[in-house]
């Protein structure tokens, strides 16, 4: 299957810092990538579809100015948190289909955000 | 609305005790419907995708079925690696590309 990396696997900073967490398509291209978060105990929430070439389509309820996406390339995409607060605390997950001709969506490994 | 509901929230097993998980959706007009593993502290792991009621699918101890109202996912003989969180994701025909909605899943626990 195709493959999906993250970097940092786990980040930890202070309260009103930015953090930058990078999604990287290994072995495909990919002109969309999603970003999803995730808290304990719960289910994957789509935070936003990140298009390489133009802007970031988000869900209701995210706010993009605190949610920065940038789709620099065909391999990759970065979600910057900014003034991070506890709440902001998550699993953060990208994902990018590896093949138009089906729809299947690969996830990298994520990204453990704690924001003291 | 798209919606998935998944059940149960959590199953324990026996190693070798076969059972099924279940997945409910409601989707205006399902594109696809999609089986993920989870591990703790990782990212879902692709299992199956399934396009129309009737379909299955088979990989090692699992199989997926898909009926028009809900999917399930077969585990035969499990064996404790087989522990994990069980993710169902449904896409629907006509909206945003490829997006997903996900079922809070069911944690599978196999014991020895």
């Known amino acids: 299957g195709a493959v999906v990396s993250q970097h940092p696997s786990w980040v930890i900073c202070k309260s009103g810092t930015s953090v930058k967490i990078e999604c990287r398509s290994l072995d495909f291209q990919a002109t969309t990538m999603f970003w999803y978060r995730q808290f304990p105990k719960q289910s994957l929430m789509l935070m936003a579809t990140s298009n390489e070439g133009s802007k970031a389509t988000y869900e209701q309820g995210v706010e993009k100015d605190k949610f920065l996406i940038n789709h620099a390339s065909l391999t990759l995409s970065t979600l910057t948190v900014t003034s991070a607060h506890p709440e902001d605390s998550s699993f953060y997950i990208c994902?990018?289909?590896?093949?138009?001709?089906?729809?299947?969506?690969?996830f990298g490994p994520g990204t453990r955000l704690t924001v003291l | 609305e798209d919606q998935v509901t998944q059940s149960p929230e959590a199953l324990r097993l026996q190693e070798g005790e076969s059972s099924s998980l279940n997945c409910s959706y409601t989707v205006s007009g399902l594109r696809g419907l999609f089986w993920y593993r989870q591990d703790p502290g990782k990212g879902p792991e692709f299992l199956f995708t399934l396009y129309s009621a009737g379909e299955e699918k088979e990989k090692e101890r699992l199989k997926a079925t898909l009926t028009k109202k809900e999917s399930f996912l077969h585990i035969t003989a499990p064996k404790p690696e087989d522990s994990a969180t069980y993710l169902c994701a449904v896409q629907a025909r006509g909206g945003s590309n490829y997006k997903l909605t996900f079922g809070k899943g069911t944690l599978l626990t196999v014991n020895p």
């Open positions: 994902s990018a289909p590896a093949d138009r001709n089906t729809d299947t969506q690969y």
